[in-house]
Nanobody, 117 residues
């Protein structure tokens, strides 16, 4: 099992910045991917950004150039730096851990991000 604990999030004015952090613990081994998804009211959960243990990253087109994902493999943590936030970024953000060995996902509890004046 893998447990994920998220921190960060909150309310920020449009154009502002927030940083999300997620720490993974438990049975972590092999190649894996960590990332962030988000779900706005009435919408499906969507990928925001992901990073595999080797360092390759993937971003949703809507956040490219504004968000940066990073990870510390030694600490099993992943961060998401969100700049130039827009009202459409408002959603619950979920930390995700995908084990390529087990071929399964693990999810954090979610943290609210609101960009509003």
């Amino acid at each position: 099992q893998v447990q994920l604990v998220e921190s960060g999030g909150g309310l920020v004015q449009p154009g502002g910045s927030l940083r999300l952090a997620c720490a993974a613990s438990g049975s972590i081994f092999g190649i894996n991917a960590m990332g962030w998804y988000r779900q706005a009211p009435g919408k499906q959960r969507e990928l925001v950004a992901s990073i595999i243990s080797g360092g390759s990253t993937n971003y949703a087109d809507s956040v490219k150039g504004r968000f940066t994902i990073s990870r510390d493999n030694a600490k099993n943590t992943v961060n998401l730096q969100m700049n130039s936030l827009k009202p459409e970024d408002t959603a619950v953000y979920y930390c995700n851990f995908y084990s390529l060995v087990r071929r399964r996902d693990y999810w954090g509890q979610g943290t609210q991000v609101t960009a509003s004046s």
